[in-house]
Nanobody, 119 residues
Framework: VQLQASGGGLVQPGGSLRLSCAASGSIASINNMGWFRQAPGKQRELVAVITSGGSINYADFVKGRFTISRDNAKNTVYLQMNSLKPEDTAVYYC??????????????WGQGTQVTVSS
């Protein structure tokens, strides 16, 4: 099982980016999917998570600006980021709790995609 993230880049303050993360491999079922981020010198922190049923939790610092969604048919989670601020600069990691065929449930992480907000 692999998670492949894409969509990061450089954007000016107030701009928008959309991150995508697709899970692939021998997947029987996916429970939670989400996004975390890690800024230089800081710990990794939760940004948003969405369950298989569509329930969503956001970190307070992104409420009203970021939107998480998922396409279960494509095993893909998205993060639409609007009104970006310089403090949103970080490496963004996607996450999924996945059951492989013939196996148990495990946490999987994408490779990280850099988001830089700067003028």
């Amino acid at each position: 099982v692999q998670l492949q993230a894409s969509g990061g880049g450089l954007v000016q303050p107030g701009g928008s980016l959309r991150l995508s993360c697709a899970a692939s491999g021998s997947i029987a079922s996916i429970n939670n999917m989400g996004w975390f981020r890690q800024a230089p010198g800081k710990q990794r922190e939760l940004v948003a998570v969405i369950t298989s049923g569509g329930s969503i939790n956001y970190a307070d610092f992104v409420k009203g600006r970021f939107t998480i969604s998922r396409d279960n048919a494509k095993n893909t989670v998205y993060l639409q980021m609007n009104s970006l601020k310089p403090e949103d600069t970080a490496v963004y990691y996607c996450y999924a709790f996945i059951q492989s065929y013939g196996s148990s449930w495990y946490d999987y992480w994408g490779q990280g995609t850099q988001v830089t907000v700067s003028s």
